[in-house]
């Protein structure tokens, strides 16, 4: 049967998502949500989209879609989420899933008592390169994983408009940025709880009122520490975008570029071993979001929980507010 599929928002990350979708076997993008008409047109005629909303209430009150992929700013991620969950109808919902942790709790319960499925768009846990590293580190050819080392900047650019108003998006490039590479981190640890957050996070490189620098460590239950950069105008970042490493006891492992270097028994010589796989492109990257629609469209079919779901993104929400609550008093945050 046909899996109908509404999308809200009608910006940058709405049409990839909407590119994913139209690559699946029996998916329609059946409707389409946005507060300004034309932009909302445009958007319905590019993707052959039949129905159009000024708001996710009209949408529900129509019904007939399965899912809503909700691609707006951070202050709408919630209420929409919500509404279309509670109506039983299945969310994906961009990062950072929601303003704070409060926000976030609520669409938990809302997904729990509907049965209807929630599932961040946590989108490097689908990345070829990121699930190799991870197939690498978890088959313990790394050894013990003691420290990671992970980054998500913009160099010499960051958004403007919504992004870098805190009553919109909730906080800056700690919000928008870092949570990707703390989703990464953790993926790649095997999806550990975190224990104590300590962050400097400020605002060095425009005048707006949310951060555009941070700095982050985050201890883990199973041991492993993670160190985490994120930024909007950045000067320089070490190579693409985002990277992240990791420091085994019996070797060192990274993506972007992806391989891994293991000593031998008496260190005096080093394997390095390719992922073999192609070096990607600075995003937006197609492959990894399309692989992130599929999983939501098999999880729905299947009826299973996606990976990563709202508590996953619960637990990134969790860590960002303890980061912007360290950088405020200086302390370590126990979590
Ligand atoms: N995973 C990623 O790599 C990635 C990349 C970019 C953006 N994002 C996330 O996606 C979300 C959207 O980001 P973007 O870059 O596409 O932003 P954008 O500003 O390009 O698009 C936001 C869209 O929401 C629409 N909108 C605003 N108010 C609305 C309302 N009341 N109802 C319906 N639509 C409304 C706007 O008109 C616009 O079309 C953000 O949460 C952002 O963090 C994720």
């Known amino acids: 049967m046909t899996l109908k599929i509404?999308?809200?928002?009608?910006?940058?990350i709405t049409r990839v998502h909407a590119r994913g979708a139209q690559k699946i076997p029996d998916v329609a993008l059946e409707a389409v949500v946005n507060h300004r008409p034309e932009s909302m047109a445009t958007f319905a005629a590019e993707f052959q989209v039949p129905r159009q909303y000024a708001n996710v209430t009209d949408l529900l009150e129509d019904g007939n879609v399965d899912?809503?992929?909700?691609?707006?700013?951070?202050?709408?991620?919630?209420?929409?989420?919500?509404?279309?969950?509670?109506?039983?109808?299945?969310?994906?919902?961009?990062?950072?899933m929601a303003m704070n942790t409060t926000e976030a709790q609520?669409?938990?319960?809302?997904?729990?008592?509907?049965?209807?499925?929630?599932?961040?768009?946590?989108?490097?846990?689908?990345?070829?390169?990121?699930?190799?590293?991870?197939?690498?580190?978890?088959?313990?050819?790394?050894?013990?994983i003691i420290r990671t080392k992970g980054y998500c900047s913009h160099v010499n650019r960051g958004p403007g408009g919504w992004f870098t108003q805190q009553e919109l998006a909730g906080g800056g490039a700690t919000a928008d940025m870092a949570i990707h590479a703390l989703d990464t981190a953790r993926f790649l640890l095997g999806d550990p709880q975190p224990v104590s957050v300590y962050a400097r996070i400020g605002t060095y490189y425009n005048d707006f009122d949310v951060d555009d620098t941070s700095v982050i460590i985050v201890n883990w239950d199973q041991g492993t520490t993670s160190y985490i950069e994120a930024g909007w105008w950045q000067p320089h970042s070490d190579e693409a975008q985002a990277a992240a490493q990791l420091y085994g006891t019996a070797g060192f492992?990274?993506?972007?570029?992806?391989?891994?270097?293991?000593?031998?028994?008496?260190?005096?010589?080093?394997?390095?071993?390719?992922?073999?796989?192609?070096?990607?492109?600075?995003?937006?990257?197609?492959?990894?979001?399309?692989?992130?629609?599929?999983?939501?469209?098999?999880?729905?079919?299947?009826?299973?929980?996606?990976?990563?779901?709202g508590a996953d993104g619960w637990l990134n929400m969790r860590v960002i507010e303890a980061a912007y609550r360290s950088a405020e008093t200086g302390q370590v945050i126990s979590l």
């Open 106 to 144: 609520a669409m938990l319960s809302a997904s729990k008592k509907s049965g209807a499925l929630l599932m961040v768009a946590q989108c490097w846990r689908f990345s070829p390169e990121v699930r190799w590293l991870r197939d690498q580190a978890a088959g313990g050819r790394l050894g013990s």
């Open 67 to 96: 899912a809503l992929v909700v691609c707006t700013p951070n202050y709408l991620h919630a209420p929409q989420s919500i509404a279309a969950l509670e109506a039983g109808v299945h969310v994906m919902v961009e990062k950072p």
């Open 253 to 309: 492992g990274r993506v972007f570029p992806s391989y891994l270097e293991i000593p031998d028994a008496d260190k005096s010589e080093v394997q390095c071993i390719d992922s073999g796989l192609p070096p990607v492109d600075e995003p937006p990257q197609r492959e990894r979001f399309n692989a992130q629609m599929a999983h939501f469209v098999t999880c729905i079919r299947e009826g299973r929980q996606p990976s990563p779901d």
């Open 6 to 12: 509404a999308i809200a928002g009608t910006g940058l």
